[in-house]
């Protein structure tokens, strides 16, 4: 390590300072958000495991990306609330950084590993149900889930070996309400491009490999619907595609434009509300797409809901 991080230095994040006027209704709509957020990711946890409906490998990855965004949002919101809650920008810590980017990074790449998963899931049951018990057996199922975490924690490892290794300014200000990775990597003063490397190898990688993957099981899968005769079996497999079609579409859309877009020229005021989208919002919405677009996920909620209010 250089002798300029051996001292530590603390970052400053701007946060939302810059718009005193918006941090209030900002701090009770994130606050709103991330309850929801709590909330909704807590009750698909709690079907997809106590119904015996929903034991499927299908809801099995639904189970593991609702944690995902459990923890996702809870290493980036209470901070942020803290911060919104103050009217001048406040200092983090260069360990306390470090490990926000670190889970930030695990927890980000386990999710596009698990969407991934789950369209492959769709592909065999769709276009191979003749193998599909094979295919998506609870050990391939458990193994594809540690696959994702294991990717997620070595990009972590790499990223912030490489980025936090690198000499920063004594008084680093980062322009954004978390430590994410281009706003951290640009306050480095030296070796940068070994780390410039390192990023857009993970983007190229960990977005657009996956992306690829999950639309080319669609293809299959569209190809497999075309070929059905009944209209009615056509609209029961879309149905039970189109929930997880729109999850793939939040999350990559918005990291793609977040990450692959040119940086040069760019606003930090866009670049701060992509990132809120797809930190706050997007978990949020994740749990509602899920259940009013999945009609075995609303009947199991519905069937709980009918539990609760008639026992004793």
Not at 126 to 137: D, G, K, N, Q, V
Not at 140 to 169: D, E, K, N, R
């Amino acid at each position: 390590m250089t002798e300029e991080n051996q001292t530590l230095p603390e970052f400053l994040l701007l946060g939302f300072s810059d718009l005193r006027a918006l941090q209030g209704p900002l701090f009770w709509v994130v606050l709103l958000v991330y309850l929801l957020t709590l909330l909704g990711n807590s009750v698909i946890i709690l079907l997809t495991q106590g119904s015996p409906a929903l034991h499927s490998p299908m809801y099995f990855f639904l189970r593991h990306l609702s944690v995902v965004e459990v923890l996702y949002t809870t290493d980036i919101v209470p901070r942020t609330l803290v911060d919104l809650a103050s009217p001048h920008p406040r200092a983090i810590s260069f360990q306390s950084c470090a490990t926000q980017m670190y889970v930030f990074i695990v927890l980000g790449i386990t999710e596009c590993c698990l969407l991934t998963a789950m369209a492959y899931d769709r592909y065999a049951a769709i276009c191979r149900p003749l193998h599909y018990s094979t295919l998506m057996s609870w050990q391939a199922c458990t193994a594809m889930v540690g696959i994702s975490w294991f990717m997620g924690i070595i990009t972590a490892t790499t990223h912030s070996s490489l980025i936090f290794t690198l000499p920063f300014p004594s008084h680093p200000i980062i322009p954004h309400f978390l430590c994410d990775i281009l706003p951290v990597l640009r306050l480095a003063s030296a070796g940068k491009h070994r780390s410039e490397i390192s990023v857009v190898t993970a983007t190229v990688v960990f977005i657009m490999v996956p992306f690829s993957l999950i639309v080319a099981s669609y293809a299959r899968i569209l190809g497999a619907i075309l070929a059905m005769a009944s209209t009615q079996s056509r609209r029961k497999v879309f149905s039970t595609c189109s929930s997880h079609l729109l999850v793939v579409f939040l999350f990559f859309g918005t990291a793609s434009i977040t990450y692959i877009r040119p940086q040069a020229g760019s606003s930090v005021t866009m670049n701060r509300i992509l990132s809120l989208f797809y930190t706050v919002v997007t978990p949020m919405l994740n749990p509602i797409i899920y259940t009013l677009r999945n009609k075995e996920v609303a009947g199991a909620l519905w069937h709980m809901m009918k539990r609760q209010v008639s026992s004793p």
